[in-house]
T-cell receptor
Framework: DQQVKQNSPSLSVQEGRISILNCDYTNSMFDYFLWYKKYPAEGPTFLISISSIKDKNEDGRFTVFLNKSAKHLSLHIVPSQPGDSAVYFC????????????FGKGTHLIIQP | DAGVTQSPTHLIKTRGQQVTLRCSPKSGHDTVSWYQQALGQGPQFIFQYYEEEERQRGNFPDRFSGHQFPNYSSELNVNALLLGDSALYLCASVGGSSYNEQFFGPGTRLTVL
């Protein structure tokens, strides 16, 4: 049973437009959520995180929104750039970002020129 | 400043054999986690080591064991290999000022024939 779900295996967005990646979770005990980005032949790289006491966190072009009642979070990238093309993983934990993380299957974001 | 390093890069074993994978954490980090990423899936948490003790464990059988050394480096051992153990094994470290962000290594690709 998948506790973190990313229902879109891939997403294509034009350069300069907004990319929106979605993630749903089922475990109510999760209180910390993270987004990781992965290029081929590299390990995942931390992008941005949000605690369950917040509903929004922003870092430059990246914003994460959390809707606890819907058990849903999303990552917005504005504006999208060619270097953003990668696989994006949503992850969650019930003890902060240092604990064992539960990952989704990932969404492959492709930025079209 | 070296990031998380893992060795070897690739490994081929046959069913029933045993394997040891190695990880050196990022400088200043004292906590190491191991993840298994099967093809088309997100990383799955195996276990975490802190102060040379297993601190957390995911849903993996006892065939998966680990060790952490006084210099914080870590090993992942898998006994009685199965075909289904073929995957990318990722090591992540955390600690110091980045207590909420896990840094991942590039992984070891294990193929079981």
């Amino acid at each position: 049973d998948q506790q973190v779900k990313q229902n879109s295996p891939s997403l294509s967005v034009q350069e300069g437009r907004i990319s929106i990646l979605n993630c749903d979770y089922t475990n109510s005990m999760f209180d910390y959520f993270l987004w990781y980005k992965k290029y081929p032949a590299e390990g995942p790289t931390f992008l941005i995180s949000i605690s369950s006491i917040k509903d929004k966190n922003e870092d430059g072009r990246f914003t994460v929104f959390l809707n606890k009642s819907a058990k849903h979070l999303s990552l917005h990238i504005v504006p999208s750039q060619p270097g953003d093309s990668a696989v994006y993983f949503c992850a969650a934990s019930n003890g902060g970002g240092a604990d064992g993380l539960t990952f989704g299957k990932g969404t492959h974001l492709i930025i079209q020129p | 400043d070296a990031g998380v390093t893992q060795s070897p890069t690739h490994l081929i074993k046959t069913r029933g054999q045993q394997v040891t994978l190695r990880c050196s954490p990022k400088s200043g980090h004292d906590t190491v986690s191991w993840y298994q990423q099967a093809l088309g899936q997100g990383p799955q948490f195996i276990f975490q080591y802190y102060e040379e003790e297993e601190r957390q464990r995911g849903n993996f059988p006892d065939r998966f064991s680990g060790h952490q050394f006084p210099n914080y480096s870590s090993e992942l051992n898998v006994n009685a290999l199965l075909l289904g153990d073929s995957a990318l094994y990722l090591c992540a470290s955390v600690g110091g000022s980045s207590y909420n962000e896990q840094f991942f290594g590039p992984g070891t690709r294990l193929t079981v024939l």
